[in-house]
């Protein structure tokens, strides 16, 4: 198909040929339809809330005379989603009031920001009120939704947006291509197969996110920019050659149509300032917290929890074997959960995320979560531990990294361990607390994991994080009592006649209560 689709391109020059040939050509071409004049969207963006940064995407995006093509770099937590929620909503706003239809293509390369995304637009049309009856916003199964809408929405994986779009004569106005850094330049293709030869082109992303994953390498130098992510290879300098991938620092002056979102609104000032050192221009919002929030109480101060960065740290003796290091990890993570949830002073469902090297790890994991937690948290704590890959783009207030590694798997999987933007992922996705579960191997690796200056710089970063917290041994960690189970949302009981804790209650309850009642239920 995508073979298919690039012989096609390049003999009806496809504007994929002409947006890799000369990114700055192509976007200099008219962007249609004008939905607005420059003043009207000036002062609609400006009403927005949004801060400079993020205004600007957008007044690019729709302005009449900057281009077809931006490229959005949003680093962890700078509000990528909402800005591209927002141009949505406003692109949909002018083209009702000017009676000009708009076709709007997301696409990403997996389905979690689709979800996600349709999720959020829904959620917007629904404050707009009359503007939902004109917008209609759909991920795409097995017919296109254009209908007699003035707007459409539509979400869909490259894939299934070639599969349907190429059944009709319908192409979009506007491509929005989210996690851009994970897409291929060849599934990009059949994106940009869909998008009008006026139409605009909206690229958002982070190359310090995971790339995408190519069976092989190019021989050719010149082909090295249809080798990378379709993020990568839109940006370029002025010698028309793409920088991000030799040159990964993002400078103002090296590409105009580059706009980077520079606050961050995710975490607290202790992670704010850690991913703050990894990037340019990076900087936190005001207000931010400097503490773990409000989800937990000093009853973690007893487990040693209490840190914004905490790393656990398994001894060599019960992690000796592969098979020892991933059950005693699975074990830990266990504890971990069961000493947080006891602490907790709110609900903590949907505010916790486990991240694993591989899929074989997640099932151990959740394995042990299940026999340790109520049937109705394991539901939604399945959904929420997975590897690196799968969790790019979510967040949760608890991120808890598996990286308990042996040192003979250390010796040969360094690259993998040490992948710095495989830890920036596992590392960004937490708003308040960071817990990495490892052995020494991580720390005090073979010689030879460290020969290469990726692994070196991948141990230097957790290095860095783990210093920024602190470290305590997993056998000094609280282990669930005997048949008990986790609980993350459970309420205190109170009597019906006074509204106090009810003893007799508490005395039949075998779980720990992860709650506002700030105490678990007698032993």
Known sequence: KILAQTAKGVEENHVFVELVQDPKEWMAGEALPVLG???????????????????????????????????????????????????????????????????????????????????????ALKRKGGLATKVKAAKLRSQLPIGNHKVVIMFATPYKAATLFERSMHKVDLLIVEEASQLPVTMG??????????GRL???????????????????????????????????????????????????????????????????????????????NYQ????????????????????????????????????????????AEAKAVVQVVSSIAAAATASLKGEI??????????????????????????????????????????????????????AEYMARRAEFVYSVRRLNVATSRAKRKVVVIFTDALLKPPLQSLVKKDTQDGHAYISRLLRSGSVVDAENLESLPAGRKITLDRSRKRSREDGEWDDADADADDSWVAGPSLKRSKP
């Open 37 to 123: 004049l420059d003043t009207e969207i000036s002062e609609l963006v400006d009403s927005s809330g949004l801060d400079e940064s993020q205004k600007n995407v957008i007044k690019r995006v729709l302005s009449t005379e900057s281009g077809k093509l931006t490229v959005c770099h949003g680093p962890p937590g700078t509000g990528k989603t909402q800005v591209i929620v927002q141009l949505m909503m406003m692109a949909a706003d002018l083209a009702c009031k000017s009676g000009k239809k708009l076709r709007i293509l997301y696409m990403a390369a997996t389905n979690n920001p689709l979800d996600d995304g349709l999720k959020k637009v829904q959620q």
């Open 189 to 198: 293709i059949l994106g940009l197969a869909q998008l009008k030869p006026e």
């Open 202 to 280: 909206l690229v958002v992303g982070d190359h310090k996110q995971l790339p995408p994953v190519l069976s092989c390498k190019p021989i050719e130098p010149a082909a090295v920019p249809l080798a990378t992510s379709l993020l990568e290879c839109v940006v370029r300098n002025d010698n028309n050659e793409p920088f991000l991938v030799s040159e990964p620092k993002v400078g103002d002056s090296k590409c105009d149509y580059l706009l980077s979102l520079k606050t961050n609104y995710r975490t607290n000032k202790v992670l704010g300032h850690f991913h703050a050192e990894h990037y340019t």
């Open 284 to 327: 936190n919002a005001n207000g931010l917290s400097d503490n773990d929030g409000q989800l937990w109480d000093d009853n973690l101060l007893a487990s040693g929890l209490d840190s914004s960065v905490v790393g656990v740290k398994l001894s060599q003796e019960i992690a000796a074997t592969p098979e020892a290091a991933a059950a």
């Open 353 to 406: 995320m486990i991240v694993t090297p591989f899929r074989a790890q997640r099932a151990k994991v959740l394995a042990e979560l299940k026999a340790a937690g109520s049937t109705d948290d394991f539901k939604w704590l399945g959904e929420v531990v997975d590897t690196a890959e799968v969790t790019q783009g979510r967040e949760a207030a608890l991120v808890i990294v598996c990286c308990a590694f042996t």
